[in-house]
């Protein structure tokens, strides 16, 4: 009985200081993704991220911008993630590899079985790339890819 | 006769009293102070108190005036207008790819044509993916 005792307290310890041990987990990233409908129907801008607004603004010629979507996709390397965005596209991201603060992405839009954008890219700074083209409405879907740190 | 000699009486009195005040100066100096104190110094017409602050005024204004005047009538010295003029050279960097933050390795799509640009905005260069599949309004 007092052994038993004595083994749980170990036991207990044990998780207390190595709360992690299980094997090696593979490194994770968070990414985050904005799903904006750019059109020309009025002048509104609805953005959650106020800094997409002015790079929007240079980028594009359209008048209004709405998000529609936003998620933070968390991958491990080698993982994929499957986002359902309006207009039934499908955006797939999978973490091919990551090499110190460079991310090696795999993006794919698609509908319908046919790949409406397929591309490698790798992501280093905060800075976001933008997908766009998928007609939806009277505008066009624009996805801002970006790595949180 | 009469009047001739107390003309000349007066005479020696004023000559007298001169030489008592030229032998003592405090006298001189008493009568001076006599007269500043119960007479008024003679003060320009301008210099009158209640001219004084319009005529200070006036001057003002018009040494104002002048100073206005002068940018317009003085002509620019020749050697300052090369200097300001002087055109200067912009040096454009060109971009490095260390600079950018995402690097595009393969494009494709089976739905349109495809544009990878690049554009800067605000000192940062952003990378645009786009498709166009023709009938959108982009």
């Known amino acids: ?149 | 006769m009469a009047a001739g000699e107390e003309e000349k009486k007066i005479r020696e009195l004023f000559k007298t009293y001169m030489a008592e005040e030229l032998k003592h100066p405090e006298i001189g100096r008493r009568k001076k102070a006599f007269i500043q104190e119960h007479f008024a110094p003679h003060i320009p017409f301008v210099l009158r108190p209640a001219l004084l602050v319009p005529t200070l005024s006036f001057i003002f204004i018009c040494v104002l005036a002048l100073q206005l005047m002068k940018p317009v009538t003085k002509p620019i010295p020749q050697v300052a207008l090369k200097e300001t003029v002087k055109p200067k050279t912009l040096e454009r960097t060109p971009f490095e790819e260390g600079d950018l933050g995402v690097q595009v390795k393969q494009v494709s799509s089976d739905m349109g044509s495809t544009l990878v640009f690049q554009k800067s905005s605000q000192g940062v260069p952003v990378i645009v993916i786009w498709v166009f599949t023709g009938g959108s309004n982009q």
């Open chain 1, 1 to 149: 009985m007092k052994r038993g005792r004595i083994f749980l307290g170990w036991l207990l310890i044990g998780v207390l200081l190595f709360p992690s041990y299980g094997g090696s987990q593979a490194p994770a990233l968070t990414l985050k993704v904005a799903v904006i409908l750019a059109s020309n129907e009025g002048s509104d801008f609805d953005l959650e991220n106020d800094a997409y607004r002015d790079q929007l603004i240079r980028l594009f010629s359209y008048t209004a911008y709405e998000q529609v979507r936003g998620y933070s996709v968390v991958l491990e390397e080698g993982e994929q993630e499957l986002i359902a965005i309006p207009g039934d596209y499908e955006l797939i991201l999978t973490l091919q590899r990551l090499e110190g603060e460079k991310v090696f992405l795999h993006a794919l839009i698609q509908k319908g079985g046919n790949k409406f954008l397929d591309t490698e890219l790798s992501l280093l700074g905060p800075t976001p790339v933008f997908l766009g083209g998928p007609p939806l409405d009277s505008g066009n879907l624009v996805l801002a890819i970006e790595k949180l740190y």
